[in-house]
Nanobody, 124 residues
Framework: QVQLVESGGGLVQAGGSLRLSCAAS????????MGWFRQAPGKEREFVAAIKWSGGSTSYADSVKGRFTISRDNAKNTVYLQMNSLKPEDTAVYYCAAKSPGSKGYPTRGYDYWGQGTQVTVSS
């Protein structure tokens, strides 16, 4: 059974930082791209960032470019999202997702597995 478990969420003041982690288990994730999405109350889930297996290719939503950094450690089956200069509008539940090598739609669509999410709250 595939599991993606997010951690690192919490409450932070505007301008602060958080680092989210997503640990994958249950199968080999060789070749899988990984992504982060978020969903704020009353809004649809939106793409935040993605990274390919090699780590050499990353993509970001315009709203987080220059503030967020996605990275991965394939030996640990873990992907990270470093979030700096946080704003109240970054408040949301953040989800990790895994995309199989044969799935189209990178970086924003076609993800096969999803975590349960971790809450990030940024106070003004």
């Amino acid at each position: 059974q595939v599991q993606l478990v997010e951690s690192g969420g919490g409450l932070v003041q505007a301008g602060g930082s958080l680092r989210l982690s997503c640990a994958a288990s249950g199968r080999t994730f060789s070749g899988y791209a990984m992504g982060w999405f978020r969903q704020a109350p009353g809004k649809e889930r939106e793409f935040v960032a993605a990274i390919k297996w090699s780590g050499g290719s990353t993509s970001y939503a315009d709203s987080v470019k220059g503030r967020f950094t996605i990275s991965r450690d394939n030996a640990k089956n873990t992907v990270y999202l470093q979030m700096n200069s946080l704003k109240p509008e970054d408040t949301a539940v953040y989800y990790c997702a895994a995309k199989s090598p044969g799935s189209k739609g990178y970086p924003t669509r076609g993800y096969d597995y999803w975590g349960q999410g971790t809450q990030v709250t940024v106070s003004s």
